[in-house]
């Protein structure tokens, strides 16, 4: 069966882009534009990625498939400032 590689691009409560996506082992997971604001716009300083868990006790098990879509996407938000990757840069 092959896993999905991540979700769409979503907003938080705060209107800041964010990936949901679970590792290779099912656990919950998220990439998000974080709100710093140090050398441009809110959401293109930094970003957040990790387990959404608050007191994590493992790290991220991400597989070849998730490693080659968040490259993808970060690389996106490195040159557009957006997670949302444009059609022609997604992998076959």
């Given at each position: 069966m092959k ?29 998000q534009a ?59």
């Amino acid at each position: 069966m092959k896993q999905k590689k991540l979700e769409k691009v979503e907003r938080t409560s705060r209107g800041f882009e964010v990936v949901n996506f679970k590792d290779h082992y099912g656990t919950k997971c998220s990439l998000q534009a974080s709100s710093l604001a140090i050398y441009e716009k809110p959401g293109t300083s930094a970003v957040w990625l990790g387990v959404d868990d608050a007191a994590p006790k493992t790290r991220m098990h991400l597989n070849r498939e998730q490693v080659e879509a968040l490259i993808s996407v970060l690389q996106s938000w490195l040159k557009r400032d957006t997670f949302k990757v444009k059609a022609s840069t997604m992998a076959a």
